[in-house]
């Protein structure tokens, strides 16, 4: 058995359009994760300002100053130390950038004219502790992988869609006569399926953590992402979880996606003909729910936000609510990626061995 699954696995990723969907999750991983970081900008408000590397420093810096637990006293700081020094000509001062900082506080402290709005932390964030720190850059690399994930599942699609189908144009004959054509032979696939899908999964996880590492360092991942600036929709998650926590979840849905669309994939390809025909259909299953009209408020989104799309497209799914034991609601992923994956193994399994060879 574990021959078979080895050479199944080694069929899967020699094949060109494997290695090329692989190589496309890796290459936009790196472009996506530079050009964040390029596009850094900052000004201390002072003198120091700069894009880039530059601009995390400057960041970073800006951070270390006010960094721990958010009080009303740092706050009225921050107001002060940031306050516009020309004239807005009307924009609304919760809109101005000068730095991660600036804009996490202007956000939710200022009025229109930049001055402090009056609002105290127990006001904006009730009883929570919320510690401020460097989340600019976490947030960003949860932000890229967002898109990197929908592509890796897209590139599993590519992977799993063969498995079954690829042998129905003729390699049938041979491996459903065989001894253990129709038993350990359809386990092998499968298993190798779910192999190859988890090893891409940990392998991009691992490219994207890493880059992250070098951009940004560290800092930052202990920190709420309650006081993020105002351009990251993280933030809008309505409870006080650190980016670190927010990563963690992010990957794991992420691979709750991948055993999903592995299932549901393995399925599609056992009861198709043809590999095209197993790619789009899986494909159109796999996009299909971000197209219906259901609101994030409408309590059906609880049951639609659990499909594998959702899965990487995390935030909706974990802005639900919070169970009565602390954990959020987006834990359910698990127990429905092992019922899709289960019903996608039994059914391919059982399709392909009880397919009439000529």
Known sequence: MRRLTYFELRKIFSRRLTQIAFLVVLLLSFLLGFSSYQNKYAFDGNSNEGSGKTAVEIDQEIASKYGGILTDEKVRQMMTDFAPKNDLHGMNAAYLYQNAMQSAAFTRFSDLDGNWNGRSVSDVFGDEE????????????SGNMTEVFIVLSLAIIVMTAPVFAGEYEGVDNIILTSKYGRTKCTAAKAAASILAAVLTTALTAAFNL???FVFYGKA???????FAPASYVEGSIPFNIT???LLKYQIALAFTCALSITGITLLISAVSRRQIAALVASASIFLFPILLPVSETNPLFRTIGLLPVYHVQFISLMSVEQMSNGMLYAVWAIPTALILLSLGIFVSRRAFAHHQVT
């Open 130 to 141: 919320v510690r401020i720190g460097y989340v600019d850059g976490w947030l960003s690399t």
């Open 210 to 212: 890493i880059l992250a």
């Open 220 to 226: 930052g991942l202990d920190c709420s992402i309650l």
């Open 243 to 245: 980016c670190g926590t």
